[in-house]
């Protein structure tokens, strides 16, 4: 069983915080890793990819991935209330199948 | 450019009835998956088409579940009959060929009664 692990939260941070939001997987030979962003409500919305060990870095978004670690991380800096949702990390496991974490709910306060 | 479209938005049935969700992926994305999604859960793949073809149905019950991709475009996922636990958001999402990044539809948010 393929899977992928994350803190259900929620993490509360207060608005202008950095928020840190983790996965680890457990097939090692994963490829490429997707964070989503989910209102509540609303369907998932793809909002960060990566492909190789290091960060990648979008606006304020940043992801790290440590294949060596089978981890995933997605910093949000200056967080915003807008922000508050559910984070969803995702593996490819092959053959363009993706496997879903269950999500981390992230609460920012004004 | 249009996203995935998906209808209905909500359907609210009765066990035992039919029901069916439809499809339209994003122009030019010939790979579509159909997903489930429970309460506090991750999504999780029902079957993946490459055009009209169904590549990966592992994970559909196919006892009362089945999806067809004619013309490679559009899709409909159905179910029949319905039970009580396939009350779920089904959500369609699309890809293009050779890439990873799949984007989703709106969803259907199923209700059985």
């Known amino acids: 069983q393929k899977e992928v692990e994350q803190n259900s939260g ?23 890793f997707f964070w989503y962003r989910q209102y509540s409500g609303k369907s998932p919305e ?17 992801a790290q ?9 997605l910093l949000i800096r200056d967080s915003q209330p807008s ?3 559910t984070y969803l990390c995702a593996v490819n496991v092959g053959y363009s199948t993706l496997t879903f974490g269950k999500g981390t709910m992230l609460l920012v306060s004004p | 450019e249009a996203g995935v479209v998906q209808s209905p938005r909500y359907k609210i049935i009765e066990k035992k009835q039919p029901v ?58 159905k179910i029949q009959p319905a039970e009580l636990g396939d009350s779920a958001v089904y959500l369609c999402a699309s890809s293009l ?12 948010r199923l209700t059985v009664l």
């Open chain 2, 97 to 108: 060929g050779g890439s990873d990044e799949q984007f989703f539809g709106p969803g259907t």
């Open chain 1, 46 to 62: 793809l909002i960060m990819s990566i492909y190789s060990n290091g960060d990648k870095e979008d606006g304020r978004f940043t």
């Open chain 1, 10 to 32: 929620p993490l509360s941070v207060p608005e202008g915080a950095i928020a840190s939001l983790n996965c680890t997987y457990s097939d090692r030979v994963s490829q490429s």
């Open chain 2, 20 to 77: 069916a969700f439809w499809c339209n992926p994003i122009s030019g994305h010939n790979t579509l998956y159909w997903y489930r999604q429970n309460l506090g859960q991750g999504p999780e793949l029902l079957i993946r088409y490459e055009n009209e073809e169904a590549v990966d149905d592992s994970q559909l019950p196919k006892d009362r579940f089945s999806a067809e991709r004619l013309k490679g475009v559009d899709s409909t996922l």
């Open chain 1, 65 to 73: 991935l440590n294949k060596a670690s089978q981890y995933v991380s």
């Open chain 1, 83 to 85: 922000d508050s949702a």
